[in-house]
């Protein structure tokens, strides 16, 4: 079953700040996130590992809440290049295999 | 440098055809998955594969096969083309260890009229 992403779609002005939702009705091992850009490739962004850590890459974190089978996306002082569609991947029992959420299509504005 | 390959990069075919999309990654991954890409319902797991030798049905697999003779191939066929399964079809690939981190290929899309 396909975790659920939330919100489905954002649009932000540059600079402001955004959270994408990713919530599972499965025990999870670890969370992916991707970002896809208009006809590209999904790309990777991070990875969480069970046991609540949150990462950073440039200006875009994550949380892994393992409890509640969430993770989060946070997106700081948003830039024009983030726009884009934003997937969660979700491992169930370490088995490399990956689950896709719908995504969460996210437009910055200038 | 090492990459992964999709072709046809677009293909057109009829009802009741059948089609076979390619993979090819230069990874040397033990690991490779199809996806198919859809409006609404994003990247679904088609199936994917452990090594030479092993396949495993994901959540959407009915209506397709894959075979792996070789590390670096994993053909996607479409035994009898549908309507249904017009879409964007990505091919990824990811070590057996490490992260998991997926590669992509670029694409291909199918539509079948």
């Known amino acids: 079953q396909q975790p659920v992403q939330s919100p489905q779609a954002v649009i932000l002005r540059e600079g402001e700040d955004a959270v994408i939702n990713c919530s599972s009705s499965?025990?999870?091992?670890?969370v992916h996130w991707y970002r896809q850009k208009h006809g590209e490739a999904p790309v990777f962004l991070m990875i969480l590992l069970k046991g609540g850590e949150q990462k950073g890459h440039e200006k875009i974190s994550a949380s892994f809440n393992e409890k509640k089978q969430q993770s989060s996306l946070y997106l700081t002082a948003s830039q024009l290049s983030y726009s884009g569609t934003y997937f969660c991947?979700?491992?169930?029992?370490?088995?490399?295999?990956?689950?896709f959420g719908t995504g969460t299509r996210l437009k910055v504005l200038a | 440098d090492a990459e992964i390959t999709q072709s046809p990069r677009h293909k057109i075919t009829e009802t009741g055809r059948q089609v076979t999309l390619a993979c090819h990654q230069t990874?040397?991954?033990?690991?490779m998955f199809w996806y198919r890409q859809d409006l609404g319902h994003g990247l679904r797991l088609i199936h994917y594969?452990?090594?030479?030798?092993?396949?495993n049905k994901g959540e959407v697999s009915d209506g397709y096969s894959v075979s792996r003779s070789n590390t670096e191939d994993l053909p996607l066929t479409l035994e009898s083309a549908a309507s249904s399964q017009t879409s964007v079809y990505f091919c990824a690939s990811s070590e057996s260890k490490g992260n998991g981190e997926l590669f992509f290929g670029e694409g291909s899309r199918l539509t079948v009229l």
């Open positions: 991947g979700t491992e169930i029992g370490g088995t490399y295999k990956y689950i």
């Open positions: 990874w040397n991954h033990n690991n």
């Open positions: 499965k025990a999870l091992y670890s």
């Open positions: 594969s452990y090594g030479v030798q092993d396949t």
